[in-house]
Each structure stands twice: as structure tokens, then as C-alpha cells.
């Protein structure tokens, strides 16, 4: 079985400073991962993906992830934050058939002028 | 937006009663998926369908079932509610693969339903 840590359950972050939202998943096979954001009132949207190949993957709205496999994690990166990043974070562990979703339980990103 | 249809938006029922959430996978997409996202449970999987067949089960409790059509829209019925039943139920699809790296398809979001039992 697959979980996902998500340590962070809120993080605020004034605007242009960088910002890293943290995720561990426990998993005995190969998982592939994932970021979803999630607007107010809205359904998620996938960020980036990480399924095989370089660790270093690099997402839509300037985010990028490295999974790192010794560690077991998966954290989210953005070098300079926007007012318009503040939303909730979801990150999410598939097994290899991409029949289950496992999810974390979210960080929410608080941009502060 | 996703191209991917729920309805209703809101639904607000009591506890005992049976409701059934709709959705509308966008054109091609041949699974669908179920999540419910609550305060304490946060975001889980309920169940996938894939060309009308169920796939592959998750947290899905006995009073709640779900089917896909020939159409390929899908329904997720909830029966004998509770006031823990109230949350954000979402649907997703995608076209499905046969597994690996090579076949990923995307999971594409619904914006959900909130259902509030009172």
C-alpha cells in the first residue's frame, strides 16, 4: 500500500520570497508522483509529474520538484512566489496501472504582500 | 476549465436520504473517478470505472455504489446519509492506459459537488 506525508499543513510565504511545501510517501513497489494545486472553490489541477527519468521534473506556473528516492520524498520548489500561488497543495502517489490515487492531506500556501 | 461536467453544484439533503451526484467525463475519456474530500478524511479515492466496468475500488463505503453508462457519464449514489457523509465530491477522468510510464494519461478534475447533510 502507498501513503503520502505532507508535514506542512499550512506555510506562509511573503510574495517574491522562495518557498518549498514538503512531501514523503511510504510505498513497497515503484510509485510514480504527483502535484496538484487546488484553487478556492475549484477542482485540482495537475502541476508536475513525476513518472520516470531525470529526478529534477519542472511543472506549469514556474514550480519544479525533485524526487529523491533514498528519501523517499517528493518536495515542491518555487523560486519566487506570486500572490496568485496562494491555494492548497496536494501531493499525490499512484501505483503503476494508475488505478489509485493516494493524496496527501494538502498544505495550503499563504502569499502575503 | 477541465471539460469535465458535475452536477449538482450544492446539494444539501438530511441524514437518512439517498442522493446520486452525476458526471460528465470530458469527450473520449473512457475512466472516471471518484473522490470525496472532507475535513478530517482530506482528499480520497472512492472508485474508477473504465468503459462501464468498475476498476478499481478505494474507500468506498457500502452505502455508497456508482456506475458508469453507455454514454460513459457516470452517477455516484450515496444512500442512508450521515452527517460525516458531507463533503466535496469530485470526479475526474482520463483516457485510460495499460500501466507504465509510456501509457500515463492525465486525470483531469471536475470542479465537484458539495453536499451538506444536515
Known amino acids: 500500500a502507498q501513503s503520502v506525508t505532507q508535514l506542512d499543513s499550512q506555510v506562509p510565504v511573503f510574495e517574491e520570497a522562495p518557498v518549498e511545501l514538503r512531501c514523503n510517501y511510504s510505498s513497497s513497489v515503484s510509485v510514480y508522483l504527483f502535484w496538484y494545486v487546488q484553487y478556492p472553490n475549484q477542482g485540482l489541477q495537475l502541476l508536475l509529474k513525476y513518472l520516470s527519468g531525470s529526478t529534477l521534473v519542472k511543472g506549469i506556473n514556474g514550480f519544479e520538484a525533485e524526487f529523491n528516492k533514498s528519501q523517499t520524498s517528493f518536495h515542491l520548489r518555487k523560486p519566487s512566489v506570486h500572490i496568485s500561488d496562494t491555494a492548497e497543495y496536494f501531493c499525490?502517489?499512484?501505483?503503476?496501472?494508475?488505478?489509485?490515487?493516494?493524496f496527501g492531506s494538502g498544505t495550503k500556501l499563504n502569499v502575503k504582500p | 476549465d477541465s471539460g469535465v461536467t458535475q452536477t449538482p453544484k450544492h446539494l444539501i439533503t438530511a441524514t437518512g436520504q439517498r442522493v446520486t451526484l452525476r458526471c460528465s467525463p470530458r469527450?473520449?475519456?473512457?475512466?472516471v473517478y471518484w473522490y470525496q474530500q472532507s475535513l478530517d478524511q482530506g482528499l480520497q479515492f472512492l472508485i474508477q470505472?473504465?468503459?462501464?466496468?468498475?476498476?478499481a475500488k478505494g474507500n468506498i463505503l457500502e452505502r455508497f455504489s456508482a456506475q458508469q453508462f453507455p454514454d460513459l457519464h457516470s452517477e455516484l449514489n450515496l444512500s442512508s446519509l450521515e452527517l460525516g457523509d458531507s463533503a466535496l465530491y469530485f470526479c475526474?477522468?482520463?483516457?485510460?492506459?495499460?500501466?507504465?510510464?509510456?501509457?500515463?494519461?492525465?486525470?483531469?478534475f471536475g470542479p465537484g459537488t458539495r453536499l451538506t447533510v444536515l
Open positions: 470505472y473504465y468503459n462501464g466496468e468498475e476498476r
Open positions: 475526474a477522468s482520463s483516457v485510460e492506459g495499460l500501466g507504465g510510464a509510456s501509457s500515463y494519461n492525465e486525470q483531469f
Open positions: 499525490a502517489v499512484s501505483s503503476y496501472n494508475f488505478n489509485k490515487f493516494y
Open positions: 469527450s473520449g475519456d473512457l475512466s
